[in-house]
């Protein structure tokens, strides 16, 4: 049949880190490209989800989440944030964060309506806001520093904007909002009584003593702020699964009713080893962060005595790389000849972007690896 597909998402073909994780496989290459761990979780969270399958939690959980799980998240934001959450009203948990963006948008937008995201933007942005027939407007953030201006924000908005999807910490860039940023969202989100749906999954992930601030602690933004947030960038169990959002009632109920017709439930056992995992005590997950830091310097010195020009990483598991010192000149025609040349996988940092120019040559790499693999790909890079 020919355009079986619908035509709003004919652009969307397979996902680059599909393509080139088949590439690495083909090629036996040290795959940097698609962001999990290939080291385990924290031990006290994988035993509780062993412990939640022998207990026989393994059919449907409730509809918005096992209630330890709620209760878990809505401590975690009261303590870490001072935000107060109902669990039974304000927190809905869902197949991992890429659901909970799909529910928000599929939920609050209508056909045409307009989101704001921040540009490069992660891939399920805009094919969500496609599904939803909404229209998404880009708001580039520009190499090296990735400021978000003020100039370029604003003109991203009209009367027909209802969201703003935004990110921070941020993928790919890792850069970590001010709250003098945020302080402009939040303006401008009132002014034109837009939703934010805020994507915070790395918010534990945060380096070099910087602060991670969520966009509903500031004045008049809780009532019209979703935040979620992911065991699997948390707690390195990326295939269990397991996001959540929180926010006002009357927005989780209207998330809620689109979640049910998506997967109505999931991840069933994995949901109370989660809460096991939220009540870990702080310095867990700041030891982590230091672990996933000391990554990021060994990939990081190791590009640029390499060759790259490497940009810092505030935050998360990726670095941005400028391939131009090689003679690249597009990052996707790099990308797809660097296995068969020295068997390493990236990603082309232009497929996040609607305009590829200000990236065209980059190329992003995944620091949360083992130090074994990070060093066996940086020796084949030296074949640059």
């Known amino acids: 049949m020919d355009h079986a597909l619908v035509q709003r998402m004919r652009r969307f073909g397979t996902t680059i880190f599909a393509e080139m994780s088949a590439l690495a496989t083909r090629t036996n290459s040290v795959n940097l490209g698609q962001g999990f761990p290939d080291y385990p979780g924290p031990g006290v969270v994988l035993d509780a989800a062993v412990e939640a399958i022998r207990a026989g939690r393994n059919q449907y959980p409730p509809g ?133 749906v805020s994507d915070e999954v790395y918010e534990h992930l945060v380096f070099d003593s910087r602060q991670h601030i969520p966009i509903a602690t500031l004045p008049g933004m809780a009532e019209r702020t979703l935040t979620i947030g992911s065991a699997g960038k948390t707690f390195s169990v990326t295939g269990w699964k397991v996001g959540w959002v929180s926010g006002p009632a009357d927005l989780i109920g209207a998330l809620t009713t689109v979640k049910q017709f998506l997967t109505f439930v999931g991840s069933g056992p ?51 790389a400028d391939a131009a010192p090689f003679g690249a000149t597009d990052g996707l025609d790099f990308c797809l000849s660097l296995p068969e040349r020295v068997g390493v996988v990236g990603i082309p940092a232009r497929v996040f972007c609607e305009d590829p120019e200000p990236l065209r040559t980059y190329v992003r790499f995944a620091f949360c690896k083992r130090e074994d693999v990070l060093d066996e790909a940086l020796s084949r890079l030296r074949r640059l």
Do not use: W
């Open 64 to 196: 918005r989440g096992v209630p330890e799980l709620r209760q878990a998240i809505a401590d975690h934001q009261r303590d870490r944030y001072d935000l107060e959450v109902d669990p039974d009203t304000d927190v809905l948990v869902t197949v991992g964060a890429t659901e909970a963006i799909a529910a928000s948008i599929l939920a609050l937008c209508e056909p045409g309506d307009e989101v704001v995201v921040l540009d490069p933007t992660y891939d399920s942005y805009d094919a969500t806001i496609a599904l939803a027939g909404g229209i998404a407007r880009h708001v580039p953030l520009v190499p090296p520093d990735f400021a978000l201006r003020r100039e370029v924000f604003e003109a991203a908005f009209s009367e027909r904007t209802r969201v703003i999807l935004l990110n921070t910490p941020h993928n790919p860039t890792g850069r970590v909002l001010t709250r003098a940023e945020l302080t402009m969202v939040a303006e401008l989100a009132v002014r034109h009584d837009a939703v934010v």
């Open 270 to 320: 994995f949901q109370p080893a989660v809460a096991t995992g939220l009540r870990l005590p702080r310095a867990e997950f700041e030891q982590q962060a230091k672990e996933l830091a000391r990554r990021r310097d060994l990939l990081r010195d190791g590009l640029t005595d390499v060759g790259f020009h490497v940009l810092d990483a505030e935050s998360g598991y990726f670095l941005l």
